[in-house]
């Protein structure tokens, strides 16, 4: 099986911080792949960066599509990554609000990445909204509600719906569950696993909490100063961490 | 014969050189917005300073003005414009929609059907059909260069999930030749079907945010819509109290102080002639 997504020597510096430096990464299809460090550590730069938001200053990411064909990421134009986001790709903020219209209805939001791509029936454009929606626990006779009236982790959950009913292969995630309370963390990372399992979608995940990079994550890689230290199966790294950083980490959260 | 001190048209050549110079790319890349460098003119924004540009750029000696207001002639907008620039040019003008060679309007077309030859020239108040949905106007041209137009849809799907149709009666958006978003400027969504394929020339010259588009003639304009909420052209379900006609775009207007109303054409032109021919085959 070749690789959705391949990365090598990427390197970025802001000023004198090594934001990334030599980093190289494969992700296959239907695999999560968490990326765990302390902050600043360079997570969100290195999936900026995989995603074609930022560009490194030295080396390439290669996305292949779906008929085997490769492209190198940064040198694709804007309107065919554009695209790519909107279909084979998607990408969920930590921030819901990043990632959805806030003025724009829960089924409007999901709808959008349909009618980016030419959907044009409006019937099947609710339809399908109502389904995510269920597919997310959202009640369906909350279509037409903003999302401001949800909560925290229904937004999210609002956020996931819209990048996903496209199917995507690939998902990016930067720490979905951040900003929301332990018990809604809980119930948001069980949805995730059970509906990247069920559309065998690979993930790459950003987070620093290592409990749920062992729930989700197939492969782990640790990232310290913009090097990754470390990388191999989840269990493997946390229950036999071979770096002193990994060592650390892991201590630090049997620990707390 | 044109007022003294005036150059024909009243802006100056140079400045028609450079309107016109913005009408050839706007023609050339129809619907596209093309910026222009405005000069001022002796009327505030909102009196179509826009459409006045674009007119005195175009205008000849051996054209015949027309100038219309929500569908009327003889409105104070339209009057004023009309008597500059019978001033600054000394054309002849004309209400009637069959006899002009350039049309200026502000919110209407003619009911009469345009031909070749003919120009219709638009007041327009705001050119950017995205400006309500993305206020950041770098993101509103990447849009446009990129033919990224799903949020106008998104816009589409909330009102008809909230009032089971799409609750806009002007400035309904349209396609042009299948590639760009245009705001047809704040006509009645009944006129968006006579821009589709329209044999005569249409330009549109916003003043305040010193744009100029176009689409030239037999150029495809189609309104946005759904294939299970199809575009409809609505128009109130009346007779013309004055002409009879059930084609054209009527006003309801206000006859006395007990809350007496009727419907009546907009174009004023169009329902004169109707009258008047009526009486004849009477
Ligand atoms: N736009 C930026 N400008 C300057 N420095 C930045 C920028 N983005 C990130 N950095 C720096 O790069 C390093 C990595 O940041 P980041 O990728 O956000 O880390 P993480 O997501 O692991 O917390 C940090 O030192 C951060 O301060
Ligand atoms: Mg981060
Ligand atoms: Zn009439």
């Not at chain 1, 995510?132 to 509600?145: F, G, H, S």
């Not at chain 2, 050339?28 to 002796?42: I, K, L, N, S, W």
């Not at chain 2, 128009?235 to 006003?251: H, I, K, Q, T, V």
């Not at chain 2, 006395?256 to 085959?281: H, L, P």
Request: glycine share 10%.
């Amino acid at each position: 099986m070749s690789a959705l997504l391949e990365a090598s020597g990427l390197a970025l510096r802001f000023g004198a911080v090594p934001a990334l430096d030599g980093v190289a990464l494969e992700i296959f299809p239907g695999e999560v792949v968490a990326i765990v460090g302390e902050s600043g550590s360079g997570k969100t730069t290195l999936l900026r960066v995989l995603s074609g938001m930022m560009r490194p200053e030295a080396g390439e990411v290669r996305y292949r599509d779906p008929e085997g064909g490769l492209h190198v990421v940064h040198e694709m134009g804007e309107a065919e990554l554009r695209r790519l986001h909107r279909t084979d790709w998607g990408f969920v903020h930590q921030n819901p609000r990043d990632g959805l219209r806030m003025r724009v209805s829960a089924g409007g939001n999901i709808g959008e990445r349909l009618m980016a791509v030419g959907a044009r029936h409006y019937g099947n454009i609710r339809a399908e909204a109502a389904e995510w929606l269920r597919r997310v626990e959202i009640d369906p006779a909350r279509i037409d509600d903003m999302p401001a009236l949800f909560s925290g982790g229904m937004q999210q959950r609002l956020q996931i719906a819209r990048t996903l009913v496209t199917r995507p292969r690939l998902v990016f995630m930067d720490e979905p569950t951040g900003g929301l309370d332990v018990s809604v963390q809980a119930k948001l990372l069980d949805m995730i696993r059970a509906l990247v399992a069920d559309l065998g979608l690979a993930v790459v995940i950003v987070t620093h909490d290592i409990a749920a990079a062992r729930l989700l994550a197939h492969r782990l890689l640790v990232m310290r100063r913009g090097q990754v230290v470390e990388q191999g199966l989840t269990d493997r790294v946390l229950d036999d961490p071979q770096h002193e950083y990994t060592q650390l980490l892991v201590a630090s959260v049997l620990a707390a | 014969m044109t007022a003294l001190g005036y150059n024909f048209g009243y802006l100056d050549e140079n400045t028609k050189r450079m309107i016109r110079r913005a009408l050839l790319k706007a023609v050339a890349v129809p619907g596209h917005q093309v910026p222009f460098g405005a000069r001022e003119m002796p009327l505030p924004y909102g009196w179509g300073t826009g459409g006045i540009a674009v007119t005195a750029s175009v205008i000849g000696a051996g054209d015949r003005l027309k100038v219309i207001d929500q569908g009327a002639d003889d409105t104070t907008n339209a009057v004023s414009i009309r008597h500059f620039f019978a001033k600054v040019t000394g054309v002849g003008t004309t209400e009637r929609t069959g006899e002009a060679t350039i049309i200026q309007t502000r919110h209407r077309i003619p009911e009469t059907r345009l031909r070749e030859g003919q120009i219709l020239v638009y007041q327009v108040p705001m050119p950017e059909p995205l400006f309500r949905l993305e206020p950041r106007v770098a993101e509103t041209k990447r849009m446009h260069a990129l033919a990224d137009y799903g949020l106008m849809h998104v816009k589409l799907y909330e009102d008809i999930a909230r009032h089971g149709h799409v609750a806009i009666s002007y400035n309904y958006p349209v396609l042009v030749g299948g590639r760009y978003l245009m705001s047809p400027s704040p006509i009645p969504a009944f006129d968006n079907p006579k821009m589709d394929r329209m044999p005569a020339l249409q330009l549109f010259g916003a003043g305040r945010e010193k744009r100029i588009y176009a689409v030239p003639p037999y150029t495809s304009v189609t309104s946005l819509d759904f294939e299970d909420h199809p575009f409809q052209p609505v128009r109130a379900d009346a007779p013309c109290a004055l002409c009879g006609s059930r084609e054209s775009y009527l006003d309801e207007v206000v006859v006395d102080d007990k809350g007496g109303r009727m419907f009546v054409c907009s174009d004023t032109d169009y329902c004169a002639t109707r009258q008047t021919q009526r009486e004849a085959a009477e």
